[in-house]
């Protein structure tokens, strides 16, 4: 019954801005570390950003390092990702993922539980 839900994308101007949440039921997500992934046509599914079990530390993709921030609100089992700076190279399927693993947070293959997508779209 674990279920892991995106909202908030959809189309933002080049320099925009869009907030992106995931709320997440059947699981406590104190106990996982969380990440969003994103996916666009014809490419791999790559990694944006993770957060540890407490929120101290996070990590960034290349691509995103001073324009994205993840949080997470324990308390409430809700991960966020602030998109600042939006270009259109960011237009993807964005994917929240949670693991209970150890391995290196940028690995996807240890998520073992992934939201649907939410669909974000970077116009020139």
Known sequence: QVQLVESGGGLVQAGGSLRLSCSVSG?????????WF???PGKERDFVAGVEWSG???YYGDSVKGRFT???????????????SLQPEDTAV???AATSGYGHIMSLSQYGHWGQGTQVNVSS
């Open 27 to 35: 699981l406590t997500i104190s106990n996982y570390r969380m990440a």
């Open 56 to 58: 101290r530390y996070k």
């Open 70 to 84: 993840i949080s997470r609100d324990n308390a409430k089992n809700l991960v966020f990702l602030q998109m600042n």
């Open 94 to 96: 964005y994917y929240c």
């Open 38 to 40: 994103r996916q666009a």
